[in-house]
Structures are given as C-alpha cells and as structure tokens.
T-cell receptor
Framework: GIQVEQSPPDLILQEGANSTLRCNFSDSVNNLQWFHQNPWGQLINLFYIPSGTKQNGRLSATTVATERYSLLYISSSQTTDSGVYFCAVPTSGTYKYIFGTGTRLKVLA | DVKVTQSSRYLVKRTGEKVFLECVQDMDHENMFWYRQDPGLGLRLIYFSYDVKMKEKGDIPEGYSVSREKKERFSLILESASTNQTSMYLC??????????FGPGTRLLVL
C-alpha cells in the first residue's frame, strides 16, 4: 500500500522563526490533507491540497503531485503553533486515508 | 461550523468489558470514520461508513465492530476490551471524502 513519510519528526523553534515541514508519499494521489493536532488532542484540518499552492494566513502549503511530495510552510511561528502536524493521503479510489507519523513542533517563547 | 462530538474524553475500563464509543456529527455528512492513535504510529483507520448501515473495514478492524443506524451517529464497539486497545480514539466525518473534520478524541485506558 501507499507509504507516507514526514520529516523532520521533531522540530523546536524560537517564536518568530520560519519552518518547512515535508510529506513524501510513495504513489500518485488525487488528494492530500494537512492537519494540526493541538496539545489537547484536537485535530484541525489546515489544507486540502491535491496539487498547487494554498495560503491561509501565516501558513501555506504546496503539493507537487508528479514528484510525490507536499510542503507545509509556517512563517513567523507562534507558541500556539505547537503540536503535531500530520499529512494524510487516500488509498487509490477510496476514502481510506493513510496518515504519516507526524512532525512534532514546539515553539518556544 | 462542522461539529463532531464524542461521548467521552476519558474512559477507564476493565479487561473483558464491552465498550461503546459514540460519535455524533451535525452536518449531515455521508462519511464517518474511526481511527486510533498511538505514539509513533500516527493515526490508523479502524472502520469507516459511507452511508447508514454501510461500513467498511479499515487497516486494523480486529477486535472492533461498528454501528451506524442513523446518519449522524457512528458507534465503535470493543466487544471484549483488552489492554492492547488502550489508545486515543478519534472520530471524523466528511461530506465529500476529501476534507475530514475530527472530534476531540477519547482516551481509553483498559486495565
């Protein structure tokens, strides 16, 4: 089945710094989502981005489907950005999502 | 805003007990999902449902069953809880199978 890998596994930043999180997937996909899980466990959908680039405030995401990767950019990070970031892709032709193991981000004040 | 609620935030059960986890969504979504989350393993799909009374196995269905009698409610059942089912359980729903909305999660401890 499709494999999803995220890097780096852990990241510590000072407030105000920028960062790039990466998601690689092993097969072609027609959908990709980025999620943020806050320290209380709530998962929030950040982007639905099967291809191209999207921006939402300080966050933006780019998916290059032909090269099988997606990037999540966080600019001017804040302590509230702390948590775990997951990417997820569906197995072909289904709604069954495969999640990466996540990038754990800690932003220090 | 989409709201997905789960019946409990924390639950402690004994080995062998039957456990019900309930999930309710208020946006008339067709698709609902149950995942478990364990450290280092990310989220893994247990079951999903694409319509009332319809279900499909995910990647780790063993030891679990589900019920969807009404469109807004999707229940996960542990027929006989075991310690290896101690985990965080997350429910999600989606209209189009694309954007998923998650509930707050249930942390289950099986003693």
């Amino acid at each position: 089945g499709i494999q999803v890998e995220q890097s780096p596994p852990d990241l510590i930043l000072q407030e105000g710094a920028n960062s790039t999180l990466r998601c690689n997937f092993s097969d072609s996909v027609n959908n990709l989502q980025w999620f943020h899980q806050n320290p209380w466990g709530q998962l929030i959908n950040l982007f639905y981005i099967p291809s191209g680039t999207k921006q939402n405030g300080r966050l933006s995401a780019t998916t290059v489907a032909t090269e099988r990767y997606s990037l999540l950019y966080i600019s001017s990070s804040q302590t509230t950005d702390s948590g775990v970031y997951f990417c997820a892709v569906p197995t072909s032709g289904t709604y069954k999502y495969i999640f990466g193991t996540g990038t754990r981000l800690k932003v220090l004040a | 805003d989409v709201k997905v609620t789960q019946s409990s935030r924390y639950l402690v059960k004994r080995t062998g007990e039957k456990v019900f986890l309930e999930c309710v969504q208020d946006m008339d979504h067709e698709n609902m999902f149950w995942y478990r989350q364990d450290p280092g393993l990310g989220l893994r799909l247990i079951y999903f449902s694409y319509d009332v009374k319809m279900k499909e196995k995910g990647d780790i269905p063993e030891g679990y069953s589900v019920s969807r009698e009404k469109k807004e409610r999707f229940s996960l059942i542990l027929e006989s809880a075991s310690t290896n089912q101690t985990s965080m359980y997350l429910c999600a729903s989606s209209w189009d199978g694309e954007t998923q909305y998650f509930g707050p999660g249930t942390r289950l401890l099986v003693l």
